[in-house]
C-alpha cells in the first residue's frame, strides 16, 4: 500500500496519477489526511499527558518523605484522572489509526510515468515482437481436438474428478508438461534465481503482504475451516519468506524461483475464451521474483522482460510484449509487461507472462526492508514475473507444430521429454 508520507506530501500528484488507472482517489485521501492529523495530534496530546503522569509519579515518594500526604493524595489524584485522560487519548489514536489502515489498502498502486492513457486490454500498446507465424494446412485442429486426438489431455475425465478448468494431463501430454516445468526452472537457475518450493497454502497475512487480501478475495480459493487461501501464484509464498524481514544491502538483489500449481477461481470470466486451455481453475506455472533497491529495480524490470523474452524464442514461438494500459493493470503494480504467444489454430494471442514492478507497494504491507548505506531502514521494490505460465504455452506449441504426421516437439524440449514427435 502507499505510505502516509507518500500521501501526505504529495496529495495532488497521488490523485492525479490514479486517474491513469480510472480510480478517482481525491475523497479517500482527504479523508486519509484528516485522519492522520487526529493521529498526529491524538498521539502529541497523549506523550504529554504520558510524559506528565511520569513526571508526577516520580515526585509522589518525595512528598511522602517530606511528610507532605495530602499534596502527596493531590498528586495521585491528579495522576488518576490523567490517566483516564490517556485511556481517551489512545481511543482515539488507534480509532484514528484503524480508519487510516482501512482507506489506505483501497487505494491502489500508483503507476509509473511510462503507463500509458487507456481504459482496457485495446488500449495496451505493442513494445516489441518476435518469431515466425507459422503457417497452418486448413484442416488444423484448436489444442483441444489435437488433445484428444493423441490423448494428451482428459477434459471432461477433470469434469467428473473436479469440476471444469480441472484437466487431466495423460501419457505424453503430462511428460510434456513435466518437460516444460524442468526447463523452465533449469533456464531460471542458469539466470541466476535460487530455487526455492513453496506451500501450496498461505494465511491471510501472506494473503495481505501482496495484495491478493482485501482486493481479491473472491478469486481466491479459501479452506475456511483452517483459514487459509489455495495460492493464485507462488508469488504469494515466495514473496512473503521476505515479510517482517531487514535485509542487508550485500544481500541485494534478491533472486528466486519456483515452480507451482496455481488455484484460481476465475469468477465471472464462465464464457469468455474458457475453452481448452485457455483458462483454468488449476493451473502450472514457474515464477520468478527479485527483491532490490529502489533505484535498481526498474533496470531489474528490464533484466526480467529481457529474460523471459528468451524462453518464448527458445520455444519457437511468435510473441509480443505488451505494455499495459493504466486500466488494464494490477491494483498493486506501478508497470506491467505482458507477454503473449500467437495461437495459430485459434488465430489468436494468448497471454502467457506478466512482468512487473510493484515498487514499494509491496514491501510497505509486507515490512520487507533493507539497510542502507548509512545503516538506515528503507522499504524494499518487489518485482515479480511468469517465467512462465504453462496452459497457454502448451495450447500454442500443440496448434503451432502440428503436421500431417504428428506434432513437432521444439529442439530444446527433446532432451527434456526423450521424444520429438507426438504421434
Request: contains cysteine; proline residues 4%; glycine residues 6%.
Amino acid at each position: 500500500m502507499l505510505t502516509l508520507k507518500v500521501i501526505n506530501e504529495n496529495p495532488g500528484e497521488v490523485i492525479s496519477r490514479l486517474k491513469k488507472k480510472n480510480f478517482d482517489a481525491k475523497e479517500i485521501v482527504e479523508k486519509i489526511i484528516e485522519l492522520d492529523a487526529i493521529r498526529r495530534n491524538s498521539q502529541t496530546s497523549l506523550d504529554g499527558v504520558l510524559s506528565e503522569i511520569n513526571s508526577i509519579s516520580k515526585s509522589i515518594g518525595s512528598l511522602i518523605k517530606e511528610g507532605k500526604k495530602d499534596e502527596a493524595t493531590s498528586a495521585r489524584e491528579k495522576v488518576a484522572t490523567l490517566k483516564e485522560s490517556s485511556k481517551e487519548l489512545e481511543a482515539i489514536l488507534k480509532d484514528a489509526q484503524d480508519k487510516i489502515e482501512e482507506l489506505l489498502v483501497t487505494i491502489p498502486n500508483l503507476p509509473h510515468e511510462s503507463v500509458p492513457e487507456g481504459k482496457s486490454a485495446e488500449d495496451n500498446l505493442i513494445e516489441r515482437n518476435g518469431g515466425v507465424m507459422p503457417s497452418l494446412e486448413k484442416d488444423a485442429l484448436p489444442h483441444w481436438d489435437l488433445a484428444k486426438k493423441y490423448d494428451l489431455i482428459d477434459f471432461e475425465l477433470g469434469v467428473k474428478i473436479t469440476g471444469a478448468g480441472f484437466p487431466v494431463y495423460k501419457g505424453k501430454g503430462a511428460r510434456l508438461q513435466r518437460a516444460l516445468i524442468n526447463f523452465f526452472l533449469d533456464n531460471a537457475r542458469d539466470a541466476g534465481f535460487m530455487e526455492v518450493q513453496p506451500p501450496y497454502v498461505v494465511n491471510s497475512d501472506s494473503g495481505f503482504g501482496t495484495g491478493q487480501l482485501p482486493d481479491k478475495e473472491g478469486q481466491m480459493y479459501h479452506v475456511g475451516l483452517d483459514d487459509l487461501y489455495l495460492i493464485p501464484t507462488a508469488e504469494v509464498p515466495v514473496t512473503n519468506i521476505y515479510r517482517d524481514v531487514i535485509l542487508e544491502d550485500k544481500d541485494l538483489p534478491v533472486k528466486n524461483t519456483a515452480y507451482s500449481a496455481c488455484f484460481r477461481r476465475e469468477a465471472g470470466s464462465y464464457g469468455k475464451d474458457v475453452r481448452g486451455l485457455n483458462r483454468l481453475h488449476q493451473f502450472d506455472k514457474v515464477e520468478i521474483v527479485c527483491i532490490d533497491k529502489p533505484e535498481n529495480s526498474y533496470a531489474r524490470l528490464d533484466e526480467m522482460v529481457s529474460y523471459v523474452q528468451t524462453l518464448v524464442e527458445k520455444l519457437e514461438l511468435p510473441w509480443r510484449i505488451l505494455r499495459l494500459c493504466g486500466g488494464d493493470m494490477s491494483f498493486t503494480s506501478a508497470l506491467t509487461f505482458d507477454f503473449e504467444v500467437y495461437s495459430a489454430a485459434q488465430e489468436r494471442w494468448l497471454e502467457v507472462s506478466s512482468v512487473s514492478n510493484f515498487e514499494s507497494y509491496q514491501a510497505n504491507r509486507l515490512k520487507c526492508r533493507y539497510r542502507d548505506e548509512n545503516r538506515k531502514t528503507q522499504l524494499c521494490h518487489t518485482l515479480n514475473g511468469s517465467a512462465l505460465a504453462l496452459p497457454r504455452i502448451l495450447a500454442a506449441l500443440l496448434e503451432n507444430n502440428q503436421t500431417s504426421e504428428g506434432i513437432r516437439i521444439p529442439k530444446v524440449l527433446v532432451p527434456y521429454c526423450g521424444f520429438d514427435i507426438i504421434d
